[in-house]
């Protein structure tokens, strides 16, 4: 504000900072009542004194729509309520929101990955709100172990003769190599060295394990002589990481399990197997490509297998390691497994989608990672009929919406080399220029919807998979679009 503008104006300011209403006339009021019973009186009254503080400010700089004494009556106590309702109401909500995925992945690792069946989510609010035998044997009366509550259910569905729980996959590979060969050598070959989102790598966690990396081979010929090779009294045991977030083609040669295990056992040496995503059924029956089960990894020799729970498994974040018993045994005391054990809400969901593997005639359609994932392409268009008109009419005659065929991923590192047919509405800009920008401003404005729509950018266009919007959200998600601001 100019000095002269200031001299002019300060009685005026001043005269409107008179008319603004106390803190404590404004908490007295009937109208901060419902507030208050919404957010407590603490929450409340800092909104009310952060709203008039704000005020204060704008007025003081010159820079407030109140700076006219015809807008006197903006000072009512319904308006203070107003803006703090809108301030509380940003504040308290949740930062983990229910999104809908419309990306074409289906284990999206950003949005959470597997979708838990009915069962699973009904066991888990039981377990967070009535007591539970985490750790209490039922039948002797003294403390358990909480492995006990699913270990023998694992065994059945893979073939091991032992199984224990820890929180993800990486932390089953990391207490697999400290329990069973730190201060040795691991023997990998060295087109299995991957790496995984979040900068997972084989050897960095060969490394925090205390063990030590024995690569042989190359990136794409390894051959069993290289494995027999290597071996020596350092050797604490042979490993083999399954490749599942990348293919190589061509010139290639790999050691198969069945191979590597009859070498291992004649040096009296264990087999650990890191499937990655892994998988308790044969997928090629639903026509999705093949992907080696666990159980078929222990027929073959395996000593170890780790795994996922909440990839193809379908269930909670979890690292699930299977074996033999004695083995399993040692990992299970290593101090380590403690730090990275599971709760009971974990627990609490892989328990009934274990459960699901039990009635594998009934598999595809209760288990929502499989149902999602053997979807027909025919079930997505017909969603995409129904959608597209309130998708035009909200964004009007900027945009062009169309019904396109696409392919949808697995996702998660699972085959990421083989795609799902699938169907989705695709937008385009009609401007001749700036489409860039235009997308990425609609791309943001789905964003910032009530429940974000989370779609991707691809080919001067944004394309909405609606491989993930099944029935259930189907109205809530089309109802929406009616609030796009763009």
Partial sequence: MSETVEQGAKPALNALLAQMP??????????????????????????????????????????SAFFTDADVEAFS????????????????????????????????????????????????????????????????GKRGDRDDLIDELI?????????????????????????????????????????????FRIPDIMSR??????????TNRTHLKDYEAAISARTALLMKVHCSNYAISGFTKNVELDELAPLARSHSLPVAVDLGSGTLTDLTQWGLPAEPTVRATVEAGADIVTFSGDKLLGGPQAGLIVGRKELIAKIKKHPLKRALRVGKLTLAALEPVLRLYQAPEFLRERLTTLRLLTRAAADMHEVAT??????????????????????????????????????????????????????LKLERALRALPRPVIGRIADDALRLDLRCLESADEAAFIAQLAELRL
């Fill in 22 to 63: 106390a803190v404590e006339r404004v908490i007295a009021s009937t109208e901060a009542q419902a507030l208050i019973a919404q957010y407590g009186r603490t929450q409340v009254l800092a909104a009310i004194r952060a709203t008039l503080d704000g005020w204060r400010r704008d007025i003081q700089a010159g820079e």
């Fill in 77 to 140: 106590i319904a308006r203070v309520i107003a803006e703090a309702d809108h301030s509380l109401s940003a504040r308290t909500q949740s930062k983990l929101r229910a999104v809908f995925n419309l990306t074409g992945t289906v284990l999206h690792t950003n949005l959470g990955r597997a979708l838990l069946p009915d069962e699973a989510v009904s066991a888990v609010v039981q377990a967070l709100t009535q007591p539970a035998n985490l750790e209490f044997d039922l039948a002797s």
């Fill in 155 to 199: 065994c059945e569905l893979t073939g091991a003769e032992a199984a224990t729980v820890v929180n993800n996959n990486a932390a089953a590979v990391l207490l697999t190599l400290s329990a069973l060969a730190a201060r040795k050598e691991v023997i990998v070959s060295r087109g299995e060295l991957v790496e995984i989102g979040g900068a």
């Fill in 209 to 218: 394990a205390g063990a030590r990396l024995r690569e042989i081979g190359t």
């Fill in 386 to 439: 129904r959608a597209l008109p309130a998708c035009q009419r909200a964004l009007g005659e900027g945009y062009d919406v169309s019904i396109e065929p696409m392919f949808s991923q697995i996702g998660s590192g699972a085959l990421p080399v083989d795609v799902l047919p699938s169907s989705g509405l695709v937008v385009r800009h009609r401007g001749k220029g700036g489409s860039g920008r235009a997308l």
